[in-house]
């Protein structure tokens, strides 16, 4: 079992950043995928970023990519989103996650779903 513990949401201006953190816990030397996914109010969930348990592969939705970094510290057992020029189509609670579900669509690699999930974060970017 793992349990993830998301931390580093707030309210941003648009075009600055931020930083949320992921803590795992549990049988964290299981070697699981792991990433963040977002979902804005009346929105279905949408893929962000993924990264493999080692951080050497990583998947970034086409919305995010340039913007977002996901970053792994297997050492410490957390994953983190970097986010710089944000946008208020950024707004959403934003899910860790663990183990992975990966599906190909028109050439690029996404995450659909997981096993684990954390308790979401709030990220409200302001115009």
């Known amino acids: 079992q793992v349990q993830l513990v998301e931390s580093g949401g707030g309210l941003v201006q648009a075009g600055g950043s931020l930083r949320l953190s992921c803590a795992a816990s549990?049988?964290?030397?299981?070697?699981?995928?792991m990433g963040w996914f977002r979902q804005a109010p009346g929105k279905e969930r949408e893929f962000v970023a993924a990264?493999?348990?080692?951080?050497?592969?990583?998947y970034y939705a086409d919305s995010v990519t340039g913007r977002l970094t996901i970053s792994r510290d297997n050492a410490k057992t957390t994953v983190y989103l970097q986010m710089n020029s944000l946008k208020p189509e950024d707004t959403a609670v934003y899910f860790c996650?663990?183990?992975?579900?990966?599906?190909?669509?028109?050439?690029?690699?996404?995450?659909?779903?997981?096993?684990?999930w954390g308790q979401g974060t709030q990220v409200t970017v302001s115009s």
């Open positions: 549990g049988r964290t030397f299981s070697p699981y995928s």
């Open positions: 990264s493999s348990w080692r951080g050497g592969s990583t």
């Open positions: 996650a663990a183990d992975l579900k990966m599906t190909l669509r028109v050439g690029t690699w996404e995450a659909t779903d997981a096993r684990y």
